[in-house]
C-alpha cells in the first residue's frame, strides 16, 4: 500500500480543493509556462471557444516575440508550443473543427518566428510543426474545407517554406484536397515555376553574387526548386512516376540519390527495366554508397536475375566490408546457408588489405572473438593514431579479451609516445593505467611483451619525456 506522503491523484485530492488551489498559485507563481497551463485549463471549463480565444492570443504573442532562442530555452519553447497544438487538436477540434484549422494555420504560420530566432538545434520544432501538417491535414478533412480554397492556402505557404516546416504538408493533405484538389494546386505550382522572375526594381538587387549570378536569378533558382519539390510530392501522390522523373532537373539524373530515388518508384509501377537504367546511368567517378548499390540489388531481383543480385551485393561487400552489404546477403540465403556464408565472410575480413577496415567490421558487426583474432594476429598493423577506431575496439575487448584490448591500448600509447604528441600524453597514461589493470586477467601474452616488461621497455625509450611520466603519478 503506498504512503500517505507518496505523490499520486488520490492522496492530493485529500488536500481538498482550496488547498489544492492556494498551492497551485504557489507553486505557478514565478512561472509564465504553468500559469498559461493554469488559464488554459480554466478557459477549457468555459468552452472550447474560450480555449481558442487564449490559443490565438498566445500564438500571436509568441510570433511578435524578437528575443533570440538559445539552446537551454529551446526545451521550455517547444513545450509551450506543444500545449497550444494540442489543445487545438483535442479541445478546439472536437467541438469546432473550422476554427480549429484556422488555429492550426496560425500555429504553422509562428514557424517563421520561431526559426527566424532561433540559435541552436532546430529539430525539436522541426518535429512540432511537421506534427502539426499532419494535424491540419486531418482537421481540414473533418471542417469540410472546399478543395480549391485548401489547394489556395497549401500553394501560398509552400512559397515561404525556407526552414522545411511545411515539408510534409502536401502528403497530409491527400485525403482532404482530393483529385481536384490536388489538380488545382498542381495547377498553381506549375504555373508558379514557369513565370519569369520581375527584374529588381532597386539597385541594390543588381548585385551579382559570388558565382557571378544576379539576384533575380538566384530567386528564380530557389522558386523552381521549391515549385519542383512541391510538384514531386504530387506526383508521389498520385502514384505517378513520370511525373515525378519530370520534376528532376537534367544535370540531377546521374546523381546516386536522386537515381535511387527515381528508381524506387519505377519498380513500384513495375518498370524494373528503367529503374536499372537509371541506377547504372549514375556518374562513377566516386564511390557509390551503400543505398545504391543495394537499390541495384532490388532491381536485379525484380528483373528475376536473382543469382546476380546476391554476386554484386557479395561483391560490394569485398570491396567495401560494409556490414550492411553483407546482412542484406546473408538474408537472401536460406537457414543454414546463412551461418556458413558469415564463416567466409570472417575469413575474407581477416585477410582484407587493411586491417583497420577489417577491425571497424568486427566491431560494427559485433563479432569481438572475431576482432582480437585480428588484432592478435596483425597486431604490427595498427595505427594507434586512429583512436576513434582503438579506443570502441579497447572497451568492446577488455571485457573477454583482455590481451587484445591491451593490444590495442599499447597502439595508442606507442603512437602518442614515439611521435611526441603531447596534446596524447594524457590519454597514454590513462591507456597505461588500463593495460595495467587488464594485466592480471591475461594467462599468457603469446608473442607481446608482458605488462612489466612493457612498462620497462617504454622507459628505456622514452624515459625522458618527463610530461609523460609526470601524468603516471
Request: net charge negative.
Amino acid at each position: 500500500m503506498a504512503a500517505k506522503t507518496t505523490l499520486n491523484a488520490k492522496n492530493l485530492e485529500a488536500l481538498g480543493a482550496q488547498r489544492l488551489a492556494e498551492l497551485l498559485i504557489e507553486i505557478s507563481t514565478g512561472s509564465a509556462a504553468h500559469k498559461r497551463r493554469l488559464r488554459m485549463e480554466l478557459a477549457g471549463n468555459q468552452g472550447s471557444s474560450e480555449v481558442a480565444r487564449e490559443i490565438r492570443k498566445r500564438l500571436s504573442s509568441i510570433a511578435r516575440a524578437q528575443s533570440v532562442i538559445e539552446w537551454h530555452k529551446v526545451k521550455a519553447i517547444n513545450a509551450d508550443l506543444e500545449t497550444q497544438r494540442s489543445a487545438i487538436v483535442t479541445v478546439v477540434a472536437a467541438d469546432d473543427p473550422k476554427e480549429a484549422f484556422d488555429l492550426i494555420w496560425q500555429f504553422l504560420a509562428v514557424a517563421d518566428s520561431i526559426f527566424h530566432r532561433s540559435n541552436s538545434n532546430d529539430i525539436a520544432f522541426l518535429e512540432t510543426f511537421h506534427q502539426a501538417c499532419a494535424d491540419a491535414g486531418v482537421i481540414a478533412s473533418s471542417a469540410g474545407i472546399g478543395t480549391d480554397v485548401l489547394a489556395d492556402k497549401v500553394f501560398t505557404v509552400l512559397q515561404d517554406n525556407d526552414y522545411g516546416q511545411y515539408d510534409p504538408l502536401i502528403a497530409e493533405m491527400v485525403p482532404a484536397l482530393g483529385k481536384d484538389g490536388l489538380e488545382h494546386l498542381k495547377g498553381l505550382l506549375v504555373q508558379w515555376l514557369n513565370e519569369a522572375e520581375e527584374e529588381p526594381a532597386d539597385a541594390d538587387r543588381k548585385i551579382l553574387d559570388w558565382g557571378g549570378s544576379g539576384l533575380n536569378e538566384i530567386y528564380a533558382k530557389h522558386r523552381q526548386q521549391a515549385a519542383r519539390i512541391a510538384l514531386q510530392d504530387i506526383a508521389d501522390a498520385q502514384d505517378d512516376a513520370d511525373a515525378f522523373i519530370a520534376q528532376q532537373p537534367e544535370e540531377t539524373l546521374r546523381a546516386p540519390m536522386v537515381a535511387i530515388a527515381i528508381s524506387d518508384r519505377l519498380l513500384l509501377a513495375g518498370r524494373a527495366e528503367e529503374a536499372l537504367r537509371i541506377l547504372d546511368g549514375v556518374d562513377h567517378r566516386f564511390e557509390m554508397p551503400f543505398e545504391w548499390q543495394e537499390a541495384r540489388a532490388e532491381t536485379l531481383e525484380a528483373l528475376g536475375r536473382v543469382e546476380e543480385a546476391q554476386a554484386y551485393r557479395w561483391q560490394c561487400f569485398e570491396q567495401s566490408l560494409n556490414g550492411e552489404h553483407l546482412r542484406a546477403f546473408l538474408r537472401k540465403l536460406a537457414d543454414f546457408d546463412d551461418l556458413e556464408a558469415e564463416e567466409k565472410a570472417f575469413t575474407f575480413a581477416h585477410g582484407f588489405p587493411d586491417v583497420h577496415r577489417a577491425l571497424a567490421f568486427f566491431l560494427t558487426w559485433p563479432a569481438p572473438a572475431e576482432a582480437a583474432k585480428l588484432v592478435s594476429r596483425r597486431q604490427a598493423e595498427l595505427d594507434g593514431e586512429l583512436y576513434e577506431l582503438m579506443t570502441p575496439a579497447a572497451e568492446m575487448l577488455q571485457e573477454k579479451h583482455p590481451l587484445a584490448a591491451t593490444i590495442v591500448l599499447r597502439s595508442m600509447i606507442g603512437f602518442a609516445l614515439d611521435c611526441g604528441r603531447s596534446s596524447r600524453y594524457r590519454h597514454a597514461a590513462r591507456h597505461l593505467a588500463e593495460c595495467a589493470s587488464l594485466a592480471p586477467h591475461i594467462d599468457d601474452f603469446g608473442k607481446a611483451q608482458p605488462h612489466d616488461a612493457y612498462v620497462n621497455e617504454l622507459i628505456r625509450q622514452h624515459g625522458k619525456k618527463h610530461g609523460f611520466w609526470s601524468l603516471m603519478g
